[in-house]
């Protein structure tokens, strides 16, 4: 068996171990009645993304995330394509997956690119190497694909999940930041009603306060959900100002939110790996976005 094989193949079974741990304790959000996000399979997807290693753009790694993606969202029932654009001299892939219709369109988004060099590793010496990627990458894919799972097939509204290429390169020669999801909106012939990007948000120690560029109703409409199912990883006071994917947005005159925490300490370091992850702080955002979404 190839060695990538067999590390995705390692990576699926410990998870599958650790699901069912989580499984045990788990417990539904207060005051769930549709439809439950599981903590335990977005984590075994953050396992399956470390399996490829680093997921760099234009990466052989990448091309492989980008198959298990297609694959992982057309099982789940989603219409799903790779849009590849050109942007400052780059190639980018984002990967696109649509459900539902009706009069209002949300597109909720995450980054699945890893940085190519950890230019923050307090490790001089470890500075060139790439990021690993748990929290930075991995877990807001992970987030949008279990949400691809329990989302309704018959929704009344129209819900587009939206994998950013490209955000992660920003202060490297030739890169710039959040290319992927500047160039999807340059190519918008019609706008989304709501953008909500989720992005770091695997943390064990998750603190998510609101994100100072982010649309403030936006933001306060996620953070009453989440009070309200007794989520306390989000924090209703304004820190952080951010560029990120919802930036964009933002720009064309879209309302977005950034969820994020930005005081994730193994940002761009070597560090960002499996073990800085956690289950519970996945189900928190999943289970507070579908609750928003779905209008519970």
């Not at 099982?75 to 997956?97: H, K, P």
């Not at 030739?174 to 190519?187: E, K, N, P, Q």
Request: charged share 20%.
């Amino acid at each position: 068996m190839p060695r990538r094989r067999w590390l995705i193949l390692t990576g699926a079974l410990v998870a599958l171990g650790v699901a069912m741990v989580w499984v045990g304790v788990a417990q539904a959000p207060l005051g769930s009645t549709g439809p439950e996000f599981n903590g335990a399979r977005a984590y075994a997807d953050v396992v399956t993304q470390m399996a490829f290693g680093p997921r760099p753009t234009g990466s052989v790694a990448q091309t492989e995330l980008i198959d298990w993606l297609m694959q992982s969202l057309r099982a789940a029932g989603w219409e799903a394509r790779v849009q590849t654009l050109e942007i400052e001299g780059q190639t980018v892939r984002n990967v696109i997956a649509e459900r539902g219709r009706g009069p209002e369109w949300v597109l909720l988004g995450a980054h699945y690119d890893t940085r190519l060099v950890a230019d923050m590793d307090p490790d001089l010496s470890r500075r060139t190497e790439p990021v690993p990627g748990a929290n930075d990458g991995a877990s807001g894919v992970a987030v949008l694909l279990e949400l691809a799972r329990v989302l309704p097939t018959d929704l009344d509204k129209r819900v587009s999940l939206v994998f950013f290429d490209a955000e992660d390169n920003g202060r490297i020669p030739g890169w710039d930041w959040i290319l992927g999801s500047r160039a999807f909106v340059a190519a918008l012939t019609e706008y989304p009603d709501a953008v909500v990007i989720v992005d770091m948000v695997g943390d064990a120690d998750l603190q998510l306060y609101y994100e100072r560029n982010s649309d403030p109703v936006l933001s306060q409409e996620i953070w009453a959900v989440a009070a309200r199912l007794g989520y306390t990883q989000f924090i209703a006071e304004p820190k952080h100002s951010i560029l990120d994917d919802h930036t964009p947005f933002l720009l064309a005159g879209i309302p977005a939110v950034d969820i994020i925490d930005f005081d994730y300490p193994y940002w761009h370091t070597t560090a960002d790996t499996l073990d800085k992850v956690s289950a519970e702080s996945l189900e928190a955002v999943g289970a507070t976005v579908l609750a928003w979404l779905l209008g519970e």
